[in-house]
């Protein structure tokens, strides 16, 4: 499985950004689609994901902030990023994972840096 993550940028805070990943290769063995972002200095850390049935989860701090979701037969996956603040400046990440040989897939990461 091939992740391809675009649409990060530099914005001011209160700003947003769409962040959009692409899957490609063997799809068919992936439920979930996850984002991670990991800022300078800090662990990578999981900011939300949605499964193939469309459950979402989110990370606390973006909660009624950030919206994920899906198109499947594009597979593909986007991360909506309203009312961005400078903590959520950070490299962010599409991450899928084979449910049935358990491998990590990884995208290339796109920066997104909020401006105070």
């Known amino acids: 499985v091939q992740l391809q993550a675009s649409g990060g940028g530099l914005v001011q805070a209160g700003g947003s950004l769409r962040l959009s990943c692409t899957a490609s290769?063997?799809?068919?063995?992936?439920?979930?689609l996850e984002w991670y972002r990991q800022a300078p200095g800090n662990n990578r850390e999981l900011v939300s994901s949605m499964t193939r049935g469309g459950k979402r989860n989110y990370l606390d701090s973006v909660k009624g902030r950030f919206t994920i979701s899906r198109d499947i037969p594009k597979n593909m996956v986007y991360l909506q990023m309203n009312s961005l603040k400078p903590e959520d400046t950070a490299v962010y990440y599409c991450h899928a994972k084979n449910i049935v040989e358990g491998t990590d897939y990884w995208g290339q990461g796109t920066l997104v840096t909020v401006s105070s």
């Open positions: 290769g063997a799809v068919v063995y992936i439920n979930a």
